[in-house]
């Protein structure tokens, strides 16, 4: 794996043609809603959001979801959805961990959608979400299985080719949360190089403060 930043604002514009990307935002959208009784008291903070594919499922549910990026790029696609669908429960935040950036706020759900693998330091990030999860919260993480580093094309800004979800648990349980549980969210298919076809599993982790 590679320790170079993905350029993130290139993607951005083009980010929701591959229907790929679209169908896994709402597999994981969809077992999210499946784990998650989301209310309209509720605040809830979308980590690495993008340009928005999950946190628009949801926003209809909750009284306001903030949305959290590194990337400006995808931020300005997002901000142009909330402007033409006239969305007045969603704001977005450019933050950067990587370069200090401190994440803030409190939050009746947490969640990181495909994010996880592109962050060095999972564990201060999950400390974090836990400070920012109100008392009786949640948090849900959605993020591949192990694999081989073969799903991207490049690696660029990729630390982690998955993540075994009992050590994953294990870290989630050691920032805070209880009662973590973990189901498979999607699943993927892609062509190999040889032309053969090639599953990769996501899986949804869901944890109570």
Known sequence: MKSERRDFDREAATWDTQPLRVRLANDVANAILEEIAFTQPMDVLDFGCGTGLV????????????????????????R?????LNIHNVRTRHLDIEKGDFLDGCFHVVISSMTLHHV???????????????????????????EDGKFHENNDG???FGFDRETLRYDVM????????????ATIVKPNLDGTMREFTVFLMTGKR
């Open 174 to 185: 050691k920032a805070g949360f209880a009662d973590v549980r973990t189901r498979t969210a």
């Open 80 to 84: 142009s959805k909330i402007k033409d």
């Open 55 to 78: 946190t628009l499922r949801l926003q209809p549910l909750v009284r306001s979801i903030v949305g959290v990026d590194s990337s400006q790029g995808m931020l300005d696609v997002f």
């Open 158 to 160: 990729v630390f982690h």
């Open 120 to 146: 060095k330091d999972v564990g201060s990030l999950l400390h974090r979400f836990y400070m920012v999860t109100a008392p009786g919260g949640s948090i849900c993480i959605a993020d591949f299985d192990p």
